[in-house]
C-alpha cells in the first residue's frame, strides 16, 4: 500500500507511522529522516536543503519533493510505503501526484489522525523533559512523575520546552489549520481520505487504523 499520514501537530503520527509501516512491511518515509539522510550523506540535494536552512530559509518544495522522489524510487518501496510530514501542503500534493504519475503509480489511502484541539493542547503542553537526558519524558497528566519536577530515572530537573508551550502549540495548530489541512479535501475530491479518531491507547489507535485501512482497500 502507498499512503499519506497526516493530523494535526501531538496526533501521534511519529508513534503510528512506526507501527503501522511495520504491520504493512512498507518503509516509514519521513520528512525529517529524508533531511537528515540526504545532509548526511551530501548528496546534491542535501548540501541544497543545508544552504537554505543555514541561511534560516525555508527549503523549496521542489528540493523536498526531489528527496521524497528519490526515496520512494529505492527498491525497499516497490511494494509500498507510508509517507509522513510530506505533503504539507496543496503545492506539495500536486507535485507527489505527477511523481506518481510518472512512475505509473498511484496513492491507496490519505489517512487522517483526528484528534480535538484541546486534546493537542494538553498533549503536548504537559510534556516535561529531563534536562539531564532528554529521552527522558513525562507527562503532568498521563504519566507524571513521582516527584513533581524530578525525573524518575535519573533525578534530573524537568521543564517544559519552548515550543511545548500553549501559546507555541496554538501557533502550530493554525499553521496546520491554514496551510496543511487543505490537503485533507484535496485528496476527498480524489476518494482517498480514511478518517479515524487518534484518542485511546497507542496499540488502540493502531488497530483502528489497520482495520480501516483493509476495510477501505476491500472495498475499492
Do not use: W
Not at 138 to 166: I, M, N, W
Amino acid at each position: 500500500m502507498r499512503i499519506v499520514l497526516v493530523g494535526p501537530p501531538g496526533a501521534g503520527k511519529g508513534t503510528q507511522a512506526a507501527f503501522l509501516a511495520k504491520n504493512l512491511s512498507i518503509p516509514h518515509i519521513s520528512t525529517g529522516d529524508l533531511f537528515r539522510a540526504n545532509i548526511s550523506r551530501q548528496t546534491e540535494l542535501g548540501k541544497l536543503a543545508k544552504s537554505y536552512m543555514d541561511a534560516g530559509n525555508l527549503v523549496p518544495d521542489e528540493v523536498t519533493i526531489g528527496m521524497a522522489k528519490d526515496r520512494m524510487e529505492q527498491p525497499d518501496a516497490e511494494g509500498g510505503f507510508l509517507l509522513d510530514g510530506f505533503p504539507r501542503n496543496v503545492s506539495q500534493a500536486e507535485a507527489l501526484d505527477e511523481v506518481l504519475r510518472s512512475e505509473s503509480m498511484k496513492l491507496d489511502a490519505v489517512l487522517d489522525l483526528e484528534v480535538p484541539e484541546e486534546e493537542v493542547v494538553k498533549r503536548i503542553a504537559g510534556r516535561r523533559i529531563c534536562r539531564k537526558d532528554s529521552s527522558h519524558v513525562f507527562h503532568a497528566t498521563y504519566s507524571p512523575p513521582k516527584e513533581d519536577g524530578v525525573c524518575d530515572v535519573c533525578a534530573g530537573q524537568l521543564y517544559q520546552r519552548d515550543d511545548d508551550s500553549e501559546e507555541t502549540v496554538r501557533t502550530r495548530l493554525e499553521v496546520y489549520h491554514t496551510q496543511t489541512e487543505p490537503i485533507i479535501d484535496y485528496y476527498k475530491a480524489q476518494g482517498l481520505v480514511v478518517t479515524i479518531s487518534a484518542l485511546g491507547k497507542v496499540e488502540e489507535v493502531t488497530a483502528r487504523a489497520m482495520e480501516a485501512l483493509q476495510r477501505d482497500e476491500a472495498g475499492k
